[in-house]
């Protein structure tokens, strides 16, 4: 069974760090590109970052660019976000997800093969 498994959520002071870990398991991830999207209270899922299979390709939403960092770590099938510099405004519940479909498609994409089940991240102001 695929399982995406995200950690590292939490409460946060603005402009304060925190990384999440999405941890892959149940098939090799090899050849999808990973990534993040996130849900605040009372708006729709948006896309945050995602990686290319290969690591060497990234795509970050406008909002995030020069905060959050994504990368993975093939051997271990798991994919990061580094986030720098929180704001009030990434409040969400972030969601890990994999699909075959390169990045760059994913902001406009409804088409997700595999999520996780999302970890709350709350920032103070």
């Known amino acids: 069974q695929v399982q995406l498994v995200e950690s590292g959520g939490g409460l946060v002071q603005a402009g304060g760090s925190l990384r999440l870990s999405c941890a892959a398991s149940?098939?090799?991830?090899?050849?999808?590109?990973m990534g993040w999207f996130r849900q605040a209270p009372g708006k729709e899922r948006e896309f945050v970052a995602a990686i290319s299979w290969s690591g060497s390709v990234t795509h970050y939403a406008d909002s995030v660019k020069g905060r959050f960092t994504i990368s993975r770590d093939k051997a271990k099938n798991t994919v990061y976000l580094q986030m720098n510099s929180l704001k009030p405004e990434d409040t969400a519940v972030y969601y890990c997800?994999?699909?075959?479909?390169?990045?760059?498609?994913?902001?406009?994409?409804?088409?997700?093969?595999?999520w996780g089940k999302g970890t709350l991240v709350t920032v103070s102001s």
């Open positions: 149940g098939r090799t991830f090899s050849s999808y590109a």
């Open positions: 997800a994999a699909d075959r479909l390169g990045g760059s498609n994913w902001p406009d994409y409804s088409g997700i093969t595999f």
